[in-house]
């Protein structure tokens, strides 16, 4: 088992960055494959993006609204994933969560909540106009 704690969320201008981490507990980070999702009020849970257990592979969300200005990794020594945002709009505002799920495949990845098993308790992102 895993446990998430995600941190670096807040306030923020439009056009501001922001480095959102994803620490995990356990001595076995680099067998799970991770993803970052976000939910806003009133609205599903959606992917950001995600990172294979090699690290190799990623994937971002089909948006235009989010291409180009997410970019997913991981650190495998400090067993942490990170996301960083930049060119934060308001329509980014939400809660971000990361997840994760113990693979035996080195670049499988998932969109798919239901694929991850382990969740943080997630950090609010606030970007104002």
């Known amino acids: 088992q895993v446990q998430l704690v995600e941190s670096g969320g807040g306030l923020v201008q439009a056009g501001g960055s922001l480095r959102l981490s994803c620490v995990a507990s356990g001595r076995t980070f680099s067998s799970y494959r991770l993803g970052w999702f976000r939910q806003a009020p009133g609205k599903e849970r959606e992917i950001v993006a995600a990172?294979?257990?090699?690290?190799?592979?990623?994937?971002?969300a089909d948006s235009d609204s989010m291409k180009g200005r997410f970019t997913i990794s991981r650190d495998n020594a400090k067993n942490t994933v990170y996301l960083q945002m930049n060119s934060l709009k308001p329509e980014d505002t939400a809660v971000y969560y990361c997840a994760a799920r113990l693979t035996y495949s080195y670049d499988y990845i998932s969109d798919k909540p239901n694929d991850y098993r382990y969740w943080g308790q997630g950090t609010q992102v606030t970007v104002s106009s």
């Open positions: 990172i294979s257990r090699s690290g190799s592979s990623t994937y971002y």
